[in-house]
């Protein structure tokens, strides 16, 4: 429906749903709506979780198994739940 770019090292677990369409749900003909979706570099978005047109997963960050984002992701944050709610800063290793 719109571009959608996974960058370097990123993952997108299994079942997970980048949708980057919606329609207008106030128009009487409910017309397509497209976003760009963009997962950064070393970004997770783990099992089932759905990521939300327009949304940028910015470099390091976490969507948690079954998290639910419509909105931007900061970097190196771990986010959870429904809404993706900020979980914690991501201790990033060597």
Sequence with gaps: MDTITIESFA???QRAHLCAGSHDVDDVDFPLV?????IGAHAWVA?????GPGVTVHPHAVLGARAVTVKDLDEANIY???PAKFLRARTIHG
Excluded at 47 to 51: D, H, L, R
Aim: net charge negative.
């Design 11 to 13: 993952l997108v677990s």
């Design 80 to 82: 959870v739940g429904n």
């Design 34 to 38: 497209t976003e760009p979706i963009r």
């Design 47 to 51: 099992a089932e979780a759905f990521v």
